[in-house]
Structure formats: structure tokens, C-alpha cells
T-cell receptor
Framework: ETGVTQSPTHLIKTRGQQVTLRCSSQ?????VSWYQQALGQGPQFIFQ???????GRGNFPPRFSGLQFPNYSSELNVNALELDDSALYLC??????????????FGPGTRLTVL | DQQVKQNSPSLSVQEGRISILNCDYT??????FLWYKKYPAEGPTFLIS?????DKNEDGRFTVFLNKSAKHLSLHIVPSQPGDSAVYFC???????????FGAGTQVVVTP
């Protein structure tokens, strides 16, 4: 069984640029959630994708967007990067059983630094 | 709006003794609670969960207790081992929502 993978591991961008982070879900899972973890804090929910559609969103601006593909992998896109976007971005996959989400399993994360 | 709180940022415990981590929540809609463990430079690793229909769940050295009336849960690790040194996050959700709300984490250090 393959776990959740994310790429790249680390990324450095400058303010105003755009970034795309990628996630491959665990085999058998159909739902992907993205979280942002700032230093010293717990992960904050960005959004969740199920059946290639956004299925819930946290308190993040529209410049945070995502995609889910037919193979259940996902991308997180952030436009117009700001210094405060520097964080660890975590992807989690899970199995949605008729509207009830099972345990979420996390990938290793992508460390984004915005200069 | 911090709906899940871990009020102890750190905990130091001797090897072989019990580690008790605490978590409080405010939203009565939460019906599923999880504990994750995180090492530096890694993603959170799922440890154990509990549904709101139970008050205790046990898995090896890990036991989670849920007190719904107090909106409080705790994680017991017995016996504590050096490899348990990590940050532990409490998380809660309503399973129909899907999103997890996390606490700020507790840094556990197990000393020899």
C-alpha cells in the first residue's frame, strides 16, 4: 500500500510569485484535504476535494485554489504569494464513505518559504 | 476561533512512566476525535481515534479517553519510550464535514 506523497519537499519563492504543490493520495482513498501549518501552530484546514470538486473550504482567500484529478491526486495553487504564506503545506487523503470521512492520513509536507 | 485547545505546550516524562496529554474542545457538533504524532520534517502520523459514541479506545500502549460532558479528551501513553518524543496534536471533526480542527500541539520529551 502506497502512502501519501508530496512534491516538492522544499520550495523558495519571492513575494508576488505563484506556486503549485502536488499530492498523490494513498491507494484506495478518494478524498484529499490540504492544510497549512505555520511555525508553532497546529495545521489549519485550507480545503478538501472529493470527486474532483471542492468539498469544503477554510478561512483562506481565493488566491488559494486547488484541483483534484481522476486518479485522486491533487494540486494546491497559491497566487500572489505573501510573506505570511511561508509555512508547511500538508496534504491528507481519506476515504469518503457516502458523506462520512474516515481517518485522514498525511503526507510529509512541502516547506514553502516566501522571501 | 480556537475550537480545539491543548493548554500544555510541553510535557517531560521519564522513560517507563505514563504520559498524559490533554485536549479540550468547544464545538458540540464534533463527533470524531483523533491524535496525531509529528516528528520534525515529517507529516503528522495517525495514532488513535475515538468516536463520540465511545468513552475509551485502546491500541497497544495508547489509550484515548473522551468525556463528552466536559468536552475533554486525553491520550495516555504507557509505558513511555524515548521514541515517543515528538509533538502530539489533538484533532476533532464532524465526520459529515470532513475537515479536521487541530490543537496547537504538545511537545513530549521522554527522558532516560
Amino acid at each position: 500500500e502506497t502512502g501519501v506523497t508530496q512534491s516538492p519537499t522544499h520550495l523558495i519563492k519571492t513575494r508576488g510569485q505563484q506556486v503549485t504543490l502536488r499530492c498523490s493520495s494513498q491507494s484506495g482513498h478518494n478524498t484529499v484535504s490540504w492544510y497549512q501549518q505555520a511555525l508553532g501552530q497546529g495545521p489549519q484546514f485550507i480545503f478538501q476535494y472529493y470527486r474532483e470538486e471542492e468539498n469544503g473550504r477554510g478561512n483562506f482567500p481565493p488566491r488559494f485554489s486547488g484541483l483534484q484529478f481522476p486518479n485522486y491526486s491533487s494540486e494546491l495553487n497559491v497566487n500572489a504569494l505573501e510573506l505570511d504564506d511561508s509555512a508547511l503545506y500538508l496534504c491528507a487523503s481519506s476515504l469518503d464513505r457516502g458523506g462520512l470521512t474516515d481517518t485522514q492520513y498525511f503526507g510529509p509536507g512541502t516547506r514553502l518559504t516566501v522571501l | 476561533d480556537q475550537q480545539v485547545k491543548q493548554n500544555s505546550p510541553s510535557l517531560s516524562v521519564q522513560e517507563g512512566r505514563i504520559s498524559i496529554l490533554n485536549c479540550d474542545y468547544t464545538n458540540s457538533m464534533f463527533d470524531y476525535f483523533l491524535w496525531y504524532k509529528k516528528y520534525p520534517a515529517e507529516g503528522p502520523t495517525f495514532l488513535i481515534s475515538i468516536s463520540s459514541i465511545k468513552d475509551k479506545n485502546e491500541d497497544g500502549r495508547f489509550t484515548v479517553f473522551l468525556n463528552k460532558s466536559a468536552k475533554h479528551l486525553s491520550l495516555h501513553i504507557v509505558p513511555s519510550q524515548p521514541g515517543d518524543s515528538a509533538v502530539y496534536f489533538c484533532a476533532a471533526s464532524a465526520r459529515s464535514w470532513g475537515k479536521l480542527q487541530f490543537g496547537a500541539g504538545t511537545q513530549v520529551v521522554v527522558t532516560p
